[in-house]
């Protein structure tokens, strides 16, 4: 009986675990771009070790007091697909240069996606210019950070050493 329970809760474990991964890899495989403005974070933490510590420029602008019970933003893009402006979710119907954007409380504030951009240790001046976070968002406003960008809209990566 209990080898038959272990092996169910295993197989449950297995199958949740999966799912969410399969789940991610379907966002990563076809959801709409969205490039956030980055904002300064605390000069003394912006780089430490093998990690950058991100603030997006949107959550400046947000009062967390006029969050909606659904904590969903809508984002308006312009045709290179970075963020120009964000209001609250109310209800209203999307435009067609527009997505959802959820949020959810982060370590200092307000979230929209990581809020750090790990990467190999020493390679920290490879990501000191970012000026942009690339965001893969389904629909419902699901979002997951997959580059960092220049000026230009270049993804940064790590030089070989």
Known sequence: MRKGLLLGAL???LLAT???????????????VVRLALAP?????????????????????L????????RRLIVTV???HVAVDAVWDRG???ADNQRYLQTHQGNR?????????????????????????ELRVDEEGTALLVALLDEQL????????
């Open 11 to 13: 197989l449950l474990i």
């Open 92 to 94: 209203q119907p999307l």
């Open 154 to 161: 270049k993804p940064l990566t790590a030089a070989p050493k």
């Open 41 to 61: 974070v605390d000069p003394r933490a912006l780089l430490q070790g093998d990690y950058m510590a991100l603030n997006y420029a949107l959550n400046n602008h």
């Open 78 to 80: 312009n045709a290179q």
């Open 63 to 70: 009062s967390v007091d006029e969050q909606p019970e659904n």
């Open 109 to 133: 504030q307000l979230g929209v996606a990581s809020d750090a951009w790990f990467f190999e240790e020493g390679h920290a001046d490879d990501f000191a210019m970012a000026r942009y976070g």
């Open 18 to 32: 999966n799912l969410a991964i399969y789940q991610k890899e379907q966002l990563l495989a076809h959801g709409g």
